[in-house]
């Protein structure tokens, strides 16, 4: 278990917002959190504290008139800390290998492969053939609906049909090097984390798992480690001291 940290770019700013808010029309989001410093700054805070496989999202998308400013930030990230950072946000098979050629890690990917409320699994394989397994990070963050969490796409408010279960975790690991999952409904609310969800992603924890969403203390941290059972990674946002909350950076550093 160990802590990936993040940086999220929504307008062309370093921000932390609340999970499920983020609007494209009119770029709007419920934010936690702007910072005055530039994504650049924390990649080099992360390179210097030797966190590695943290995630930058750019949160517009291409037809925003923020996107190109937001995409500039990105890219100073990675080339700020090469080799040390994902990258999510609009990633296709045709524009996946800039990215790693500007110096990211891993490409993180949802709406490409699941589009209207539907897996695609041909845009996966076109990903995967594009730049390798290896270097593909399936972002299959999920919403409560009755007693199962299913995967949601378009900003996190369109749900597909598809439940995430371990069978399903099986079945896409044959494609991707990581898992990154958000418990939307408790993300950015740093409100406790989704414990069934937790157990689950523990339990089965083939390849290496990265969950978001809710953890708000260190106490709220350490049940997550009893509810994985230490196997999932973590990564921790408006709850953090570096963007406004109360969880000390240096503490997690250590973890």
Not at 6 to 27: A, R, T, Y
Not at 52 to 70: D, M, V
Request: charged fraction near 25%; proline fraction near 2%; include cysteine.
């Amino acid at each position: 278990m160990k802590f990936r940290p993040c940086i999220d770019i929504h307008n062309g700013k370093v921000k932390q917002i609340v999970g499920g808010s983020l609007k494209d029309q009119g770029d709007r989001a419920v934010t936690n959190f702007a910072s005055e410093l530039d994504a650049a700054w924390y990649a080099k805070l992360y390179e210097k504290d030797g966190l590695k496989g943290g995630h930058i999202i750019l949160l517009n998308p291409a037809s925003s008139e923020y996107y190109e400013a937001t995409k500039k930030q990105a890219l100073s990230a990675l080339e700020a800390y090469p080799g040390g950072m994902q990258i999510g946000g609009g990633i296709t098979a045709e524009n996946a290998a800039e990215y790693l050629r500007a110096g990211a890690s891993h490409v993180i990917v949802t709406s490409y492969v699941f589009q209207d409320g539907q897996f695609h699994r041909e845009n996966l394989k076109k990903l995967v053939s594009a730049v390798g397994k290896e270097h593909v990070v399936l972002d299959v963050s999920c919403r409560r609906k009755d007693t199962s969490y299913y995967i949601v796409t378009n900003r996190w408010q369109t749900f597909t049909d598809v439940c995430l279960t371990p069978e399903v975790l099986e079945e896409l690991s044959e494609y991707c090097d990581e898992f990154l999952v958000h418990g939307v409904d408790v993300e950015g609310k740093s409100s406790g984390v989704e414990m069934n969800l937790v157990r689950m992603l523990g339990e089965w924890a083939k390849i290496p798992v990265t969950y978001a969403g809710g953890i708000g203390s260190m106490e709220d941290l350490g049940q997550f480690r009893s509810a994985c059972g230490g196997k999932l990674d973590f990564t921790i946002g408006s709850a953090l001291d570096l963007f406004g909350g109360k969880i000390p950076y240096d503490t997690l550093v250590k973890v």
